[in-house]
T-cell receptor
Framework: KAGVTQTPRYLIKTRGQQVTLSCSPI?????VSWYQQTPGQGLQFLFE???????NKGNFPGRFSGRQFSNSRSEMNVSTLELGDSALYLC??????????????FGPGTRLTVT | AQRVTQPEKLLSVFKGAPVELKCNYS??????LFWYVQYSRQRLQLLLR??SRESIKGFTADLNKGETSFHLKKPFAQEEDSAMYYC???????????FGKGTLLTVNP
């Protein structure tokens, strides 16, 4: 099976702009999660979607939003970018079924730099 | 709340020596524990899950509920084990992983 893919791999944006990141999960996986990875804070959970519904959300401001499509692909949007949003954004997919181990498979990430 | 602590940021051992990467967690329910590894310039990948009680690449990890620990062990480290290791916890049906800050393991020749 093909792994999790993320596009674009690198982005440079200016403060105040908005950005959309895309994630395609492993075929058959219906759960997609997003994480922010920074040297200082490590890996922090943003949100998780399953069958187009957000099931959980981390402690990030409302400028961070996401959605999932019927084919399980997901997008993450960050509006009004701040310098502190510079990070590696990771997407992970999982079958996401209740009662099953919640192991996730990660994509390569999108490196966002805000200037 | 769920929390994962990896007390060592850096760990350096010689090839052939035993290695133990520590992980302690805090969670009120029954957690699922995982170890993830990230080799240089590669994506984060699942190494071990506690529920499987398996050995991958010579690594094992035992869940100790009394000590709330899930330490990763290998009896004889190899140079190719050099990587960043993350311990992660999933709390039942809350559908998220909480990660520790990671331990950078260096295995010297």
């Amino acid at each position: 099976k093909a792994g999790v893919t993320q596009t674009p791999r690198y982005l440079i944006k200016t403060r105040g702009q908005q950005v959309t990141l895309s994630c395609s999960p492993i075929s058959g996986h219906r759960s997609v999660s997003w994480y922010q990875q920074t040297p200082g804070q490590g890996l922090q959970f943003l949100f998780e979607y399953f069958s187009e519904t957000q099931r959980n959300k981390g402690n990030f401001p409302g400028r961070f939003s996401g959605r999932q499509f019927s084919n399980s692909r997901s997008e993450m949007n960050v509006s009004t970018l701040e310098l502190g949003d510079s990070a590696l954004y990771l997407c992970a997919s999982s079958p996401g079924l209740a009662g099953k181990p919640y192991e996730q498979y990660f994509g390569p990430g999108t490196r966002l730099t805000v200037t | 709340a769920q929390r994962v602590t990896q007390p060592e940021k850096l760990l350096s051992v010689f090839k052939g020596a035993p290695v133990e990467l520590k992980c302690n967690y805090s969670y009120s329910g029954s957690p699922e524990l995982f170890w993830y590894v990230q080799y240089s310039r590669q994506r984060l990948q699942l190494l071990l899950r506690h529920i499987s009680r398996e050995s991958i690449k010579g690594f094992t990890a035992d869940l100790n509920k009394g000590e709330t620990s899930f330490h990763l062990k290998k009896p004889f480290a190899q140079e190719e084990d050099s990587a960043m290791y993350y311990c992660a916890l999933s709390g039942g049906s809350n559908y998220k992983l909480t990660f520790g800050k990671g331990t950078l393991l260096t295995v010297n020749p």
